[in-house]
T-cell receptor, first 114, second 115 residues
């Protein structure tokens, strides 16, 4: 069975600082990997997804993530945080074939300080 | 851009009552899902639906739960006799599914409060 680990529950950065949100996964077969963002009182919005074509994936709003098979990681980064990035971020994994249900990490709340 | 829409946004129900949560997936999508998020916990998979039948369900999705696509556009989740622990945010999602690795698109959720 697949699983996702997001250590910690809250990250606080200053505006303009680097954002780094960690995600490690466990999967018996090559997984599909995703990052979703949830703004207050809204649903989950796709930030980016991993495809086997490239290990460095660029998403919306300046975010990117790098797939590292040797580390079973898919960390999310953004060079310079903006106030509007304050939200909760979820890493998710699914298996190829079948229903491709998503298994989520517990999420990371990002606070951006002025 | 097409969206997944969910109604109502907030549902308050007495314990033991039946509740139906409604979703309109994106029109050309083939796979449909329900997830729930209990306050302070992670988003959990409930059920997936494809070709008019359940393709996978979790342990949470017991006999009290059912799903239906009654008219080709709506996708509903019914809880027959609600319990206090059913209080959660319920998310509907859909995926195109005509090839691999396509993302799921989520609605804004229905907050279900059981009294």
């Amino acid at each position: 069975a697949q699983s996702v680990t997001q250590l910690g529950s809250h990250v606080s950065v200053s505006e303009g600082a680097l954002v780094l949100l960690r995600c490690n996964y466990s999967s018996s077969v090559p997984p599909y990997l995703f990052w979703y963002v949830q703004y207050p009182n809204q649903g989950l919005q796709l930030l980016l997804k991993y495809t086997s074509a490239a290990t460095l994936v660029k998403g919306i709003n300046g975010f990117e993530a790098e797939f590292k098979k040797s580390e079973t990681s898919f960390h999310l980064t953004k060079p310079s945080a903006h106030m509007s990035d304050a939200a909760e971020y979820f890493c998710a994994v699914s298996l190829q074939g079948g229903s491709e249900k998503l298994v989520f990490g517990k999420g990371m709340k990002l606070t951006v300080n002025p | 851009e097409p969206e997944v829409t969910q109604t109502p946004s907030h549902q308050v129900t007495q314990m033991g009552q039946e509740v139906i949560l409604r979703c309109v997936p994106i029109s050309n999508h083939l796979y449909f899902y329900w997830y729930r998020q209990i306050l302070g916990q992670k988003v959990e998979f409930l059920v997936s639906f494809y070709n008019n039948e359940i393709s996978e369900k979790s342990e949470i999705f017991d006999d009290q739960f059912s799903v239906e696509r009654p008219d080709g556009s709506n996708f509903t989740l019914k809880i027959r006799s609600t319990k206090l622990e059913d209080s959660a945010m319920y998310f509907c999602a859909s995926r195109k599914g005509d090839r691999g690795n396509q993302p799921q698109h989520f609605g804004d959720g229905t907050r279900l409060s059981i009294l």
